[in-house]
């Protein structure tokens, strides 16, 4: 059974440009969460995707946009990468009905020049 | 104040030593979460707690919820328990969205 995979693992952007991470949930699990965590940092939530839909947003731009397709797997961008946007961007997964149960990827990292 | 504070913020400790991290918070929660997460790497979580006591292997966390703080134990530690460990809360406010404490970083020394 796989669990949460994530990819790319690593990339290396310049400012101005657009990037896409892309995530496949545990299978099974329903729900995917974003959380950008900047180097010695803490994780930040992004945004969390249920049913194809944005359940919750963080405190991030709109230069953050996501999507989860009917497989439950899901897509973050970013548009109009700054220098700041350089992180590890993680996914977690769960089942809606069982909140609270995550498994997390490995994370993709980001580095913008 | 933040809402989920951890203790100790770092902790070095010889290998076979019983290792306590502590976690405080100061919101309703439906479920607590450690995790543990090694350097570059991604995010393990290690036990989701709602109440009670978890045990899984050489880890232990226990919660007690009226006085709303949490343990993580190490028993035997060993050198490949270095990591941060991260606790992280659910509130009953948002289910959505985990509120993190800053992590306690441990070395175990061989």
């Known amino acids: 059974d796989a669990g949460v995979t994530q990819s790319p693992t690593h990339l290396i952007k310049t400012r101005g440009q657009q990037v896409t991470l892309r995530c496949s949930p545990k299978?099974?699990?329903?729900?995917v969460s974003w959380y950008q965590q900047a180097l010695g940092q803490g994780p930040q939530f992004i945004f969390q995707?249920?049913?194809?839909?944005?359940?919750q947003r963080g405190n991030f731009p709109d230069r953050f946009s996501g999507h989860q397709f009917p497989n439950y797997s899901s897509e973050l961008n970013v548009n109009a990468l700054l220098l700041g946007d350089s992180a590890l961007y993680l996914c977690?997964?769960?089942?809606?009905?069982?909140?609270?149960?995550?498994?997390f990827g490995e994370g993709s990292r980001l580095t913008v020049l | 104040k933040n809402e989920v504070e951890q203790s100790p913020q770092n902790l070095t400790a010889q290998e076979g030593e019983f290792i306590t991290i502590n976690c405080s918070y100061s919101?309703?929660?439906?479920?607590l979460h450690w995790l543990q997460q090694h350097p570059g790497g991604g995010i393990v979580s290690l036990f989701m707690?709602?109440?009670?006591?978890k045990k899984h292997g050489r880890l232990i966390a226990t919660i007690n919820i009226q006085e709303k703080h949490s343990s993580l134990h190490i028993t035997a530690s060993h050198p490949r328990d270095s990591a941060v460990y991260i606790c992280?809360?659910?509130?009953?406010?948002?289910?959505?969205?985990?509120?993190w404490g800053a992590g306690t970083k441990l070395i175990i020394k061989p």
């Open positions: 707690l709602s109440s009670g006591k």
């Open positions: 299978s099974g699990h329903d729900t």
């Open positions: 919101v309703g929660i439906s479920a």
């Open positions: 977690a997964s769960s089942l809606a009905q069982r909140f609270g149960e995550l498994f």
């Open positions: 995707y249920y049913e194809e839909e944005e359940r």
């Open positions: 992280a809360v659910l509130t009953m406010d948002s289910n959505y969205q985990l509120i």
